[in-house]
């Protein structure tokens, strides 16, 4: 592992979290507040900065705006990021911006049209949770991965916090990773991720692959980001899975 000097990080967000993420190393939850090491809990911990824009203003200025035929959603994105983007060393804050971006994201209110009756309020509230602690995660411009949590590999951390089996935790990882399989919800998810500097790229085509995801800077080398992925994703899936209390799951 590689990791940088820093010390630890506490939030406290508006939602309680799950305690049984406390099973992962360097991650204590009490309620609403967490406190993360980054010592234990990163596998790579190469940076502690981060790009965010103010989620007030990405609601009020990027939402609701549509794209045209001049200018993609993609665009719209990226400008925004450029005119309001800032760089920030506050891990809390990224976290605290995150919540924000998948309570809007994983939304109740999603549970009627998204087709799949199996998934309920409890699965989005997973869904939140895990979504925000990987916020931490980050990607260079030249595609080298600086920092990896476990959330990277998103049903391996899900079957370790909340005992789900293979399928389920595949299920949350596609719907996550899926933008809930309509181009709607992708508009969306482009928009609102803009808060975290960036978009949601991902190493795998599918749940078997289990090669997680992060929000990357647009421009960033996908070809370096897939070869780094390539290089560590094994053996950091078999420490998260280590961590299961019932193995059998």
């Not at 959603?73 to 983007?85: D, M, N, T, W």
Request: negative net charge; aromatic residues 10%.
């Amino acid at each position: 592992m590689t990791t940088i000097e820093t010390t630890a990080i506490p939030v406290e967000l508006p939602e309680a979290f799950d305690p049984r993420w406390s099973r992962l190393p360097g991650i204590q939850v009490d309620g609403r507040r967490i406190m993360i090491d980054p010592a234990e809990y990163f596998f790579r911990f190469e940076s502690n900065t981060w790009l965010v824009a103010d989620w007030e203003l990405v609601k009020a200025q990027l939402l609701d705006v549509d794209e045209t035929t001049e200018s993609a959603v993609e665009q719209l994105a990226l400008g925004f990021i450029k005119h309001h983007g800032e760089s920030t060393s506050d891990a809390a804050r990224v976290l605290a911006t995150a919540y924000e971006v998948y309570a809007y994201l994983f939304r109740d209110e999603h549970l009627a049209s998204l087709g799949l009756p199996q998934i309920t309020a409890t699965h989005l509230r997973m869904l939140r949770e895990a979504a925000t602690l990987m916020a931490l995660n980050k990607v260079e411009l030249d595609g080298h991965i600086s920092n990896v949590g476990p959330c990277w590999f998103f049903p391996a951390a899900t079957s370790v916090v909340f005992d789900l089996d293979d399928e389920t935790g595949g299920m949350l990882d596609e719907v996550y990773h899926g933008g809930w399989f309509n181009e709607h919800r992708r508009i969306e998810s482009i928009k609102a991720h803009a808060a975290l500097g960036g978009r949601l790229v991902h190493g795998c085509q599918s749940v078997p692959d289990q090669s997680g995801g992060v929000v990357a800077p647009y421009g960033a080398s996908m070809a370096n980001f897939r070869d780094d992925l390539a290089a560590f994703k094994a053996g950091w899936i078999e420490q998260v899975y280590a961590h299961r209390v019932n193995p059998a799951a």
